[in-house]
């Protein structure tokens, strides 16, 4: 039943919901993402590499919300999306990341617009505010909070804790109990320090982990550089070729290299979920809705046009292709990942990628925490009852990563990847009811922003 269910969220009609949210804004937006890659470019990239004051404050921000989208999709959500869709899923996965950005771009621009001040001084963003705003109503917004919670104690905590207890008992033999308790421990001291420390210890680890993740993906292609045009060859041509047609419709083939391209392309940058939203309205008061927006178009190109990029590559270089990934096609996609860097480094490949492995879902697990209880807060209001119900959500939070570490995680799976849909649906149909608030970021080569947010 669950697994029925899970087809019914997950059907075609959701896809359909993400691609035509993206088209709608590629399309408002006159297609920024690509005619004005330098402008966007300048302004995000182009600010960290020149450093100072600002690039530092921004960089925290930025990292919080790589944290959360830059996880084990990245590794073994691409490999699942080659061995099931083959090669061609990369191609999808490059145009869900293309529409993505300016779907990012408008629900991070909106959550700005429409961030509310609370009594602590934090603010409170994301789509929960924005659907209240524009639906004129509690209720829709309330949905999405408490999808957003059930979420992030499923697919934000318990299926991360379990990557990292499955890499400790595979390269180190570590008990699943002990690695319970270890991440547990680690992760409730950094939750209970607030979002500072949270934003802090991103600021360091997301850096460090996608650098030697992106180290080894290079070291790996270069080693195989004579295999990366066919393999760039085989990206496209599979991704149009269908493998078998039936009256005049789309072929088997195709079809589901569209299907795993775009969910797992969906699935690693986050995209329409509107998690970005929410980790973006924790930047400094005067930060520009168009500019915070610009910076998650920038986040969804590293995610998946960058680091999934590079895992694909690495793993068509090393099995050869199409036919490589058929062979070992009974193998998981972290199993997967694993093997390709072990044929390449031998034992330490192994280690390196549970290393891997590890800091990105740790890095995971401290963001959705904050999202989740930014979703608590909202549903608890701005009332005395506000601190215990963060309390109690920090507690289950925790116990959701310790079982998640000694637990087997199929149903699991299942119901975070219901829920994460269940998130999606009233965000995209908000975000097309208010696409008419999102404003341009580019207007004839020229830089257009907002004096004040938006009122009602």
């Known amino acids: 039943m669950i697994r029925a269910i899970h087809d019914a969220v997950w059907g075609s009609w959701l896809l359909a919901l993400f691609l035509g949210a993206g088209i709608c804004f590629t399309i ?4 920024f993402q690509a005619l004005s890659v330098r402008g966007w470019w300048s302004e995000t990239a182009g600010v960290l590499l020149k450093g100072g004051d600002g690039a530092r404050g921004q960089l925290s921000t930025v990292c919080t919300a790589l944290a959360a989208t830059v996880g084990t999709g990245n590794i073994a959500g691409v490999a699942t999306a080659l061995a099931a869709g083959g090669p061609g899923a990369v191609f999808w996965m490059w145009a869900a990341a293309f529409l993505g950005m300016a779907t990012a771009y408008a629900e991070t621009y909106l959550g700005l617009c429409f961030r509310r001040k609370r009594a602590d001084g934090s603010y409170l963003c994301g789509p929960f505010v924005y659907l209240e705003e524009g639906f004129k109503s509690r ?15 499923g697919m934000g905590s318990m299926v991360q804790a379990n990557s990292i207890s499955e890499s400790a008992a595979c390269s180190f033999s570590l008990p699943p109990f002990w690695a319970g308790a270890f991440v547990t421990a680690l992760v409730m001291a950094v939750i209970f320090g607030g979002i500072r420390r949270i934003s802090d210890l991103a600021a360091r680890l997301v850096p460090f982990s996608a650098g030697l993740y992106m180290a080894l993906c290079l070291t790996v292609i270069l080693g195989y550089y004579d295999r990366v045009p066919a393999a760039l060859g085989e990206i496209f041509t599979s991704a149009f070729r269908p493998e078998s047609a039936a009256g005049g419709v789309l072929g088997y083939g195709m079809k589901h290299a569209i299907r795993f391209g775009v969910a797992r392309g969906v699935f690693s940058n986050e995209a329409g979920l509107g998690s ?3 980790l973006h309205g924790s930047a400094g008061e005067d930060a520009s809705p168009r500019q915070q927006g610009l910076w998650a178009v920038f986040e969804v190109f590293f995610d998946t046009i960058v680091s999934c990029t590079l895992t694909a590559l690495a793993v068509l270089c090393v099995s050869g292709g199409g036919r490589g990934l058929h062979a070992g096609s009974g193998m ?3 199993a997967m990942v694993t093997a390709c860097f072990s044929h390449c480094f031998g034992t330490i490949g192994g280690w390196l990628t549970a290393l891997s492995m590890s800091l990105f879902a740790f890095a ?10 930014q979703a608590v807060c909202y549903l608890a209001g701005d009332g005395r009852f506000v601190r215990a119900a963060c309390l109690l959500y920090g507690s289950l939070y925790l116990c959701a990563v310790f079982f998640g570490c000694v ?8 119901l975070s990847d219901i829920f994460n849909g269940l998130m999606a649906a009233p965000n995209l149909l908000g975000l097309l009811i ?10 004839n080569g ?11």
């Open 276 to 278: 970005l939203a929410v």
């Open 139 to 153: 209720a829709p917004g309330s949905v999405y909070a408490f999808f957003c919670v059930v979420a992030s104690l």
């Open 434 to 443: 208010l696409s008419g608030r999102v404003e341009k970021p580019y207007r």
């Open 446 to 456: 020229l830089q257009t922003e907002k004096k004040k947010p938006l009122q009602q």
């Open 332 to 334: 998981d996609g972290s």
């Open 28 to 31: 408002r937006l006159r297609g």
């Open 364 to 373: 995971t697990i401290i963001a959705w925490f904050y999202l989740g209880q």
């Open 407 to 414: 637990s087997r995680m199929e149903l699991v799976w299942q």
